[in-house]
């Protein structure tokens, strides 16, 4: 239920990592 939550949504189309304390975000609309 909780995954469904309109708060996950942008994590779901712009999927963010954290790599050597940098934050990468990838447009996935292309």
């Known amino acids: ?3 469904c ?3 996950y ?3 779901a189309k712009f999927p963010i ?3 050597n304390g940098v934050i ?3 447009d996935d609309r292309d």
Do not use: C, K, N, S
């Open 24 to 26: 990468w975000t990838r």
């Open 17 to 19: 990592r954290v790599e």
């Open 1 to 3: 239920e909780a995954l």
């Open 5 to 7: 939550a309109p708060a």
């Open 9 to 11: 949504e942008p994590i």
